[in-house]
């Protein structure tokens, strides 16, 4: 039998290998919702230009509501032979309407079509990414405010640094999601304009308006050349990259929040509803949320690789291997949307362990800085004296074992002889942050300010 299709030009039909690999329906009837979208403005345009009659355009934007409502309802039988989601849209609308269904393809083409419900996809993705991360930088921001003052040890090397404090912490991830979210904004204003009209490539003969489609699917402007309208996906490619960034500062806090949740650590707690437990060790309580989200950024760079090997050396315009776009966004999008929303969920439901960061703060000398930048204000060193000064201090204590503050004055004094009591009040944690009031600094005041700037931002 000849093809259900294209027939006027093909004796046999498809061997069911070629059907197999040629298929798209599989995964691209999740754009099923996009793509009646675009028909429906396509209809109306024609109508609007004189091209087919109102009555028609009519019957179509009906008939595709009714698919839809099929569709949504589970109660639409995909079909392989009809390879795409196009396909079987617009051959199911014409069991519906009959004739008139034939001329909704009118001027168009699946190329500019597959373009269009692709970019109105991803629109709505990059959407869902700025709402997701905003949900997270407000669950990041209330551990923030609640412990604004808490302190805890600031690492570099994951060696103790100096203090910092908690609320301090949790912006420095605010601020990642921030740009995260701008980076979502800005690949969003630049995919934003639309394909639809380009048709095969090359435009069309008919009087079509681009601006009327473009407009009824809030796009700003139609593509300015038709070839680079069905042949590009360099906006899938910004969303896959903005996304990976977003993922590997998911990946950074989820590490954090499975070192901070060990035994060892007693940093945070993670709630029970973001936790599992262990078939064999009953006293286990894992933070398998967490490593999930680390790993992530694996698959979404995955993607992201995938997605521009496939387009790299295609010849314009439309080549079939660009129907390969798909499932690896959809793949790398439903990844990340989970990954935000689980955790929001985990840093929602923790709960700091202000007594254990407390006590992590002051150990490892972490306020030796502290001490070089008292001898330098104090008595006038420089700073590289002080820091020697400072390192003979710390050599002694640790042959002590004990911390700084716990040296006596005498024993400073022979390190140094113009040290004075005073020097004990910048070896306290609370003191050290207090004192880190430069514009983005680690002091409490600071972190209030970003707080309310970001509660602000975020309404
Ligand atoms: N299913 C196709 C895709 O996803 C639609 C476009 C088909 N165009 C074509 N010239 N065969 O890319």
């Not at 949790?170 to 639809?196: C, H, I, Q, T, W």
Request: proline content about 3%; hydrophobic content about 45%; overall charge negative.
């Amino acid at each position: 039998t000849s093809n259900r299709m294209w027939g006027g030009r093909f004796a046999e039909g498809p061997d069911a290998i070629m059907e197999a690999i040629n298929a798209s329906i599989g995964f691209d009837q999740r754009l099923a919702a996009q793509d009646i979208t675009g028909s429906r403005a396509h209809a109306a345009m024609l109508a609007a230009c004189g091209i087919i009659s109102d009555s028609d355009a009519q019957a179509i934007r009906e008939g595709l509501l009714t698919v839809l409502s099929e569709i949504e309802a589970g109660r639409f039988s995909f079909s392989t032979a009809l390879e795409d989601i196009h396909m079987n849209v617009e051959a199911r609308l014409k069991e519906l309407i009959g004739e008139p269904a034939g001329r909704l393809h009118t001027a168009r083409s699946r190329n500019d079509q597959v373009a269009t419900d692709f970019r109105l996809w991803v629109r709505d993705q990059c959407d869902a990414a700025i709402t997701g991360l905003e949900a997270l930088q407000r669950a990041l921001v209330a551990q923030a405010e609640a412990g604004a003052d808490w302190v805890m040890p600031g690492f570099t090397h994951l060696q103790t640094a100096q203090p910092v404090t908690w609320g301090h912490h949790m912006m420095a991830y605010v601020e990642m999601f921030g740009r995260d979210a701008a980076r979502m904004r800005d690949a969003r204003a630049r995919m934003n304009e639309s394909p639809l009209g380009a048709a095969a490539l090359a435009g069309t003969s008919f009087p079509i308006d681009r601006e009327m489609t473009a407009q009824a699917l809030g796009f700003d402007r139609p593509m300015a050349n038709s070839l680079d309208a069905v042949s590009d996906r360099d906006f899938a490619l910004e969303f896959l990259s903005s996304a990976t960034i977003c993922a590997m500062h998911l990946s950074r806090l989820a590490e954090e929040l499975v070192i901070w949740s060990s035994a060892q650590f007693r940093f945070v707690a993670l709630s029970d509803r973001f936790s599992t437990g262990s078939s064999i060790m009953p006293q286990k309580k894992n933070p398998d949320a967490a490593e999930l989200i680390r790993a992530k950024v694996g698959r979404i760079l995955g993607a992201q690789v995938g997605l521009t090997m496939v387009m790299k050396g295609l010849p314009l315009a439309y080549s079939k291997d660009m129907q390969e776009d798909k499932e690896q966004v959809f793949d790398a999008a439903d990844s990340l949307m989970l990954a935000l929303a689980a955790m929001t969920g985990m840093v929602s439901d923790m709960t700091a362990n202000r007594t254990a960061l407390e006590a992590a703060a002051g150990s490892g000398f972490s306020t030796a800085t502290d001490l070089a930048d008292w001898l330098v204000r104090a008595l006038g060193l420089p700073f590289r004296e002080a820091h020697h000064v400072t390192g003979a201090l710390v050599r002694m204590a640790e042959t002590q074992g004990c911390d700084l503050h716990e040296l006596e004055l005498g024993q400073m004094q022979s390190v140094h002889s113009g040290i004075t009591a005073d020097v004990y009040d910048v070896l306290g944690v609370h003191n050290s942050v207090a004192s880190r009031i430069s514009y983005g600094g680690t002091a409490p005041v600071r972190v209030r300010e970003q707080v309310a700037r970001w509660k602000g931002l975020l309404g």
